[in-house]
T-cell receptor
Framework: AQKITQTQPGMFVQEKEAVTLDCTYDTSDPSYGLFWYKQPSSGEMIFLIYQGSYDQQNATEGRYSLNFQKARKSANLVISASQLGDSAMYFCAMRLISSGSARQLTFGSGTQLTVLP | EAQVTQNPRYLITVTGKKLTVTCSQNMNHEYMSWYRQDPGLGLRQIYYSMNVEVTDKGDVPEGYKVSRKEKRNFPLILESPSPNQTSLYFC?????????????FGSGTQLSVL
């Protein structure tokens, strides 16, 4: 069964600095997708970025980039130039894509990021 | 506006009283799913649906039912709620465009079972 591990329950970063949120995953399936979601205090879940296991390049979306290291099974989220509005809970998730897989999305336990002024 | 709509936003109920949390999406997505979020555990999938009349169990299906009679609606039913079902619930639908997957979440339902 697949598993997602986020080892940082909480992180602090100074405004305008970059921050890396860690995520490691465990699966023996070669075909999977990795996701990051943001959950502000208001509660809604916001999609940030997606990385396919066969993608050659690391995914980027504006200030978000995904540092994908397949051999290490890590998919860290990098937020550049942090803003106060980035303070939120961040979840890493994985879904198996190959046929016959359970198709369910597995989430990590989350990292609470606080951006300091 | 593309969105997933969940209702109600907050719900307090008592043990054993049947309840339904509604979920509707206006994006014509085939795939929909339900999650519960508990502190320290992240989100865990309850049920998912690949299309109309096709549903399957996720990681934590016990105590829940779902139905998918129409593409846009995917209600979550608790026939006899218990206090351990107190949680934050999210409905989601999924799109796949140009090889990129994206989940669209509802705004969540905070359920308290007394």
């Amino acid at each position: 069964a697949q598993k997602i591990t986020q080892t940082q329950p909480g992180m602090f970063v100074q405004e305008k600095e970059a921050v890396t949120l860690d995520c490691t995953y465990d699966t023996s399936d070669p075909s999977y997708g990795l996701f990051w979601y943001k959950q502000p205090s208001s509660g809604e879940m916001i999609f940030l970025i997606y990385q396919g296991s066969y993608d050659q390049q690391n995914a980027t979306e504006g200030r978000y980039s995904l540092n994908f290291q397949k051999a290490r099974k890590s998919a860290n989220l990098v937020i550049s130039a942090s803003q106060l509005g980035d303070s939120a809970m961040y979840f890493c998730a994985m879904r198996l894509i190959s046929s016959g897989s359970a198709r369910q999305l597995t989430f990590g336990s989350g990292t609470q990021l606080t951006v300091l002024p | 506006e593309a969105q997933v709509t969940q209702n109600p936003r907050y719900l307090i109920t008592v043990t054993g009283k049947k309840l339904t949390v509604t979920c509707s999406q206006n994006m014509n997505h085939e795939y929909m799913s339900w999650y519960r979020q508990d502190p320290g555990l992240g989100l865990r999938q309850i049920y998912y649906s690949m299309n109309v009349e096709v549903t399957d169990k996720g990681d934590v299906p016990e105590g829940y039912k779902v139905s998918r009679k129409e593409k846009r609606n995917f209600p979550l039913i608790l026939e006899s709620p218990s206090p351990n079902q107190t949680s934050l619930y999210f409905c989601a639908s999924r799109s796949i465009e140009q090889g990129e997957e994206k989940l669209f979440f509802g705004s969540g339902t905070q359920l308290s079972v007394l």
